[in-house]
């Protein structure tokens, strides 16, 4: 049953035992290239508190907490997830708590989500166990959520530079006047050095 005449030659070293794979390019889409299903979602994490606004173009999941307001082309809140402000996106899938007005094209709230606040709505779904206190209200069309495309990059602004005149009012003028005529000197001393 265990004979050494059964056991298979071991390889030698210079006999390559790892199977060979085609080189392959990820299929990586950026920009108008990536459809909207292929998007990736910025995520709030569980351990992340956000106190401000969010704006995206795209998807939003929220995990951690956020107080402020959210305009989005989709939001999802995880379980653990709570928002404290308003919520304007194309659709809402509320596991978490919002606390605030919700207006959406399509709402959802799972058997896990806690809403206390309005919610204007074109499709609402609410399940069994869900905890809503606030009005609704049906609206025939949705309004323009105004979200950056983030097709094109932000263009650079220069900041203005600070130019100031001798004996100027100002004197935070004088001041850059000075710095400069210093910078000057030290410039000259080295060259004069170099030589």
Known sequence: MFSRANQKPAPSPSASTTPTVPDRKPDRRTGSEAGPERAVPSIVSADLTVTGDLVSAGEIQIDGRVEGDIKCASLIIGIAGAVTGEVSAQTVRMHGTVSGQVIA??????STARMVGDVT??????EPGAFMEGHCRRMAEMPDLNLPN???PAEAVDPPRLTGTAGA???DAATTDAAESADT???ADTKA???
């Open 121 to 126: 709505h074109e499709s609402l779904a609410i």
């Open 185 to 187: 000197e030290a410039d």
């Open 193 to 195: 050095r170099a030589k």
């Open 169 to 171: 009012a100002d004197p």
């Open 105 to 110: 094209k399509s709402v959802f709230l799972a």
């Open 150 to 152: 983030g097709k094109a």
